[in-house]
């Protein structure tokens, strides 16, 4: 696993410290995540989310993956010392499902801004890279906003680096963690699940995601962009 991954989780998930000198197991064992607060305030994205969907999403949902994933752990940690690997089969699921709702939503909450802070578009790096990848800005977010109304009843829109040919590729993720790629590192990231919409837009799903484009941080999927190629 080594360090690469210990500072991934870490720079990720945040709020928790690694003791160096123990495995990551003994970590995992030890560590409890926490649920950060917005980077803005509860109603930064109105129009196009509402203060109530935000309280609700980050207050309750996001924070339940938090309390699960740690539930997770600490379970499966103790079933592994026990040696009941049947209990390690079903609690690995667990920790799959709580553990990548919560690295989504981590991604998901900086990756969005207030709408006066907003730029239209990606620049520098990420613009010509998003050109070298898809074609255009236009041909990308096309591709992203098809991606993510044709997700398959709860599930998440992903625009993500791709190591092994330096690309940025559009994924897709039903749940949180099923579809996904190994080694792809996720820059952009929109919740389809019905529970982050479903008070403003109800059943219109595609006017949410063509409304998430007016409220994207450019400069945090750059940044992203800068880390994972770094």
Do not use: C
Request: glycine fraction near 6%.
């Amino acid at each position: 696993m080594g360090v690469r991954l210990r500072e991934t989780w870490k720079h990720t998930l945040g709020h928790h410290k690694l003791n160096t000198t123990n495995t990551f197991e003994e970590d995992i064992r030890t560590m409890a995540h926490e649920l950060s607060p917005l980077p803005y305030a509860y109603d930064a994205l109105e129009p196009y989310i509402d203060e109530q969907t935000m309280r609700l999403h980050h207050d309750i949902h996001h924070l339940g993956y938090v309390n699960g994933l740690n539930s997770a752990e600490a379970k499966l940690a103790e079933a592994r010392a026990a040696g009941d690997f049947a209990a390690v089969k079903h609690l690995s699921r667990e920790a799959a499902f709580h553990g990548s709702g919560h690295l989504l939503h981590s991604i998901f909450w900086p990756n969005m801004i207030a709408v006066s802070e907003a730029k239209a578009a990606p620049e520098g790096a990420l613009a010509k890279a998003i050109d070298s990848s898809f074609g255009s800005f236009e041909a990308f977010k096309a591709q992203f906003v098809a991606a993510s109304i044709a997700v398959e009843g709860s599930g998440w829109g992903i625009l993500a680096y791709r190591p092994t040919d330096d690309a940025l590729v559009v994924l897709t993720a039903e749940k949180h963690q099923n579809l996904t790629q190994w080694g792809v590192i996720p820059l952009l990231v929109l919740d389809v699940w019905e529970h982050a919409y479903y008070l403003k837009y109800q059943n219109r799903r595609g006017e949410y995601v063509n409304n998430f484009f007016k409220i994207v941080n450019w400069d945090d999927v750059a940044a992203r962009y800068a880390s994972a190629r770094s």
